[in-house]
């Protein structure tokens, strides 16, 4: 039971990959990675870590300096002094103060097309018959 998503490893500051890394449960990585992260687990970068590649996992806690796109299933959660250079993608997103962030982003994107046509509708709708009597009301006085 404990190899399953409960698994949490650690890769401290002095650690450096040149390729990818795959893994499953929960990784705190704080070294420098030069390659693609991939996992179906929660990935958190320490203050000290250094990515060089696109991320793709569950949730990640962004910290330190990613040169590279992230993806995540769940949730994207960008602490204060972090230097992000790339675009992010996710269902949820959080962004403290001090962060530098240069990039795109796509929150929530699977839920984004059909609520947003509904609500322009009702919107669009709303503002015209706003409008319209409106103007009549001036022209007659």
Do not use: C, H, W, Y
């Not at 040149?18 to 704080?30: A, I, P, V």
């Amino acid at each position: 039971m404990n190899t399953g998503n409960s698994s949490k490893n650690v890769l401290g500051g002095d650690v450096e990959i040149k390729g990818n890394l795959k893994f499953s449960g929960e990784l705190t990585f704080e070294g420098k990675l030069d390659g693609e992260i991939q996992t179906d687990g929660t990935l958190n970068l320490g203050d000290t870590a250094v990515i060089n590649g696109n991320i793709n996992a569950q949730n990640v806690v962004v910290r330190g300096k990613v040169n590279g796109n992230i993806s995540a299933k769940e949730k994207i959660d960008i602490k204060a002094k972090t230097e992000l250079f790339g675009d992010i993608r996710s269902t949820k997103l959080a962004i403290e103060e001090g962060v530098t962030f240069v990039g795109k982003t796509e929150v929530n994107p699977n839920k984004v097309a059909p609520t947003a046509p509904t609500a322009r509708s009702s919107d669009t709708s709303t503002v015209s018959r706003s409008t319209e009597p409106a103007k009549p009301a001036m022209a007659a006085r």
